[in-house]
């Protein structure tokens, strides 16, 4: 479990440069075994809230618990032990090159003290839960980008943390590592049953493992919740940042329809009724529906024609009675 209070952060100013607020008042609950992404544009303050979850970054004011301790509390020798629970994974890596993928593994476990042959154990067997069991001994520049960051996944699990930190972790991966990244770093949350706070400028990042989010901007949580929730609310800025925003060529004759979909209100019932019931001519203009979080969710804009409006605001309303999220749009707006 992790968990921030009402947490500052202002970096000093230097130089004639102004202080910069970094984080305002930030609130965040992760629940023990969740996997939860934190988004949001460059500068908004995702990589300073990450460091001060293992107080890497002591906050200016406000309290980090994890696991029930309350770190802000702590002196720093329990700091240090506490961080020992909570592994790190980098966008860079930040492997050692001269040591092989097995000694980086083993690098935390030396600094806490743990005999040479119980090393050995724990990185082959970290190594072998990575898929890398038989890279034991390659050197970080023998290995692929996706590689090096399966060897640091197994370093920061080395200690056996119960809480994983992620800064970009694929951000400098291709496509297929970044897949095989992210389903490595789920398998090790089911298996080991860890709490994972993944930060991220990828949407499709937080679409594929995380069950919940939150939004950043300017130093401040300004959305977030569990993503089928967060995705089933039309308001939602953090579901708009989510989900491609539907474009249809506004210079084409009709009524435009907006349609958002969730699993419990399909776009089959609108269509049924538009075509089926109304006998409407309905085109598919824009947008698109895709599975999240074990959901289907999307945003669709229809093209109806031949319509006539009384009518169709009648129908607009009786769907909307019977639960489908569904409203006229104006042509600009759906640009
Ligand atoms: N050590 C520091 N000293 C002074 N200012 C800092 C320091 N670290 C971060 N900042 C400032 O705090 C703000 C938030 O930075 P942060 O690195 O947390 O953003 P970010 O969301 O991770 O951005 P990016 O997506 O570019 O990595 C920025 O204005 C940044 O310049
Ligand atoms: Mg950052």
């Given at each position: 479990m992790i968990e921030l209070n009402d947490v500052r952060k202002v970096f000093p100013a230097r130089g004639r440069g102004p202080e910069v607020v970094a984080l305002d008042g930030v609130d965040l609950t992760v629940r023990a075994g969740d996997f939860a992404g934190v988004v949001g544009p460059s500068g908004s303050g995702k990589s300073t809230l990450i460091r001060l979850v293992n107080l890497l970054e002591r906050p200016t004011s406000g309290t980090v618990t994890v696991d029930g301790r309350v770190l802000t509390d702590l002196p720093a020798d329990e700091v240090r032990r506490a961080r020992s629970s909570i592994g790190m994974v980098f966008q860079h890596f930040?492997?050692?090159?001269?040591?092989?993928?097995?000694?980086?593994?083993?690098?935390?476990?030396?600094?806490?003290g743990v005999g040479r042959a119980e090393r050995r154990r724990r990185s082959g067997e970290l190594l072998d839960l990575v898929g890398l069991g038989d890279r034991?001994?390659?050197?970080?520049?023998?290995?692929?980008g996706g590689q090096k960051q399966r060897v640091a996944i197994a370093r920061a699990l080395a200690a056996r943390p119960t809480v994983l930190l992620c800064d970009?972790?694929?951000?400098?991966?291709?496509?297929?590592?970044?897949?095989?990244?992210?389903?490595?770093?789920?398998r090790v949350r089911d298996e080991l049953g860890l709490t994972v706070l993944l930060i991220t400028h990828e949407m499709a990042v937080v679409k594929a493992v995380c069950d919940t989010a939150v939004?950043?901007?300017a130093g401040r949580v300004v959305d977030g919740g569990r993503l089928d929730q967060v995705l089933a609310r039309g308001d939602s800025p953090l579901a708009a940042a989510l989900l491609p925003a539907p474009v249809a060529d506004h210079r084409v004759a009709g009524t435009l329809l907006r349609v958002t979909v969730t699993d419990t209100a399909p776009e089959t019932h609108v269509l049924q009724v538009l075509?089926?019931?109304?006998?409407?001519?309905?085109?598919?203009?824009?947008?698109?529906?895709?599975?999240?979080?074990?959901?289907?969710?999307?945003?669709?804009?229809?093209?109806?024609?031949?319509?006539?409006?009384?009518?169709?605001?009648?129908?607009?309303?009786?769907?909307?009675?019977?639960?489908?999220?569904?409203?006229?749009?104006?042509?600009?707006?759906?640009?």
């Amino acid at each position: 479990m992790i968990e921030l209070n009402d947490v500052r952060k202002v970096f000093p100013a230097r130089g004639r440069g102004p202080e910069v607020v970094a984080l305002d008042g930030v609130d965040l609950t992760v629940r023990a075994g969740d996997f939860a992404g934190v988004v949001g544009p460059s500068g908004s303050g995702k990589s300073t809230l990450i460091r001060l979850v293992n107080l890497l970054e002591r906050p200016t004011s406000g309290t980090v618990t994890v696991d029930g301790r309350v770190l802000t509390d702590l002196p720093a020798d329990e700091v240090r032990r506490a961080r020992s629970s909570i592994g790190m994974v980098f966008q860079h890596f930040e492997l050692m090159d001269s040591r092989t993928a097995a000694a980086n593994v083993e690098h935390p476990l030396e600094l806490a003290g743990v005999g040479r042959a119980e090393r050995r154990r724990r990185s082959g067997e970290l190594l072998d839960l990575v898929g890398l069991g038989d890279r034991a001994q390659a050197r970080p520049a023998q290995l692929s980008g996706g590689q090096k960051q399966r060897v640091a996944i197994a370093r920061a699990l080395a200690a056996r943390p119960t809480v994983l930190l992620c800064d970009e972790a694929t951000s400098a991966l291709d496509q297929a590592s970044t897949t095989g990244v992210l389903e490595l770093l789920r398998r090790v949350r089911d298996e080991l049953g860890l709490t994972v706070l993944l930060i991220t400028h990828e949407m499709a990042v937080v679409k594929a493992v995380c069950d919940t989010a939150v939004l950043l901007e300017a130093g401040r949580v300004v959305d977030g919740g569990r993503l089928d929730q967060v995705l089933a609310r039309g308001d939602s800025p953090l579901a708009a940042a989510l989900l491609p925003a539907p474009v249809a060529d506004h210079r084409v004759a009709g009524t435009l329809l907006r349609v958002t979909v969730t699993d419990t209100a399909p776009e089959t019932h609108v269509l049924q009724v538009l075509v089926g019931r109304l006998g409407l001519d309905v085109e598919v203009a824009g947008g698109s529906v895709e599975t999240v979080a074990g959901g289907r969710h999307g945003r669709l804009l229809l093209r109806v024609t031949g319509a006539d409006q009384s009518g169709l605001d009648r129908a607009l309303a009786q769907l909307r009675d019977d639960g489908s999220r569904v409203e006229r749009v104006a042509a600009e707006v759906a640009r």
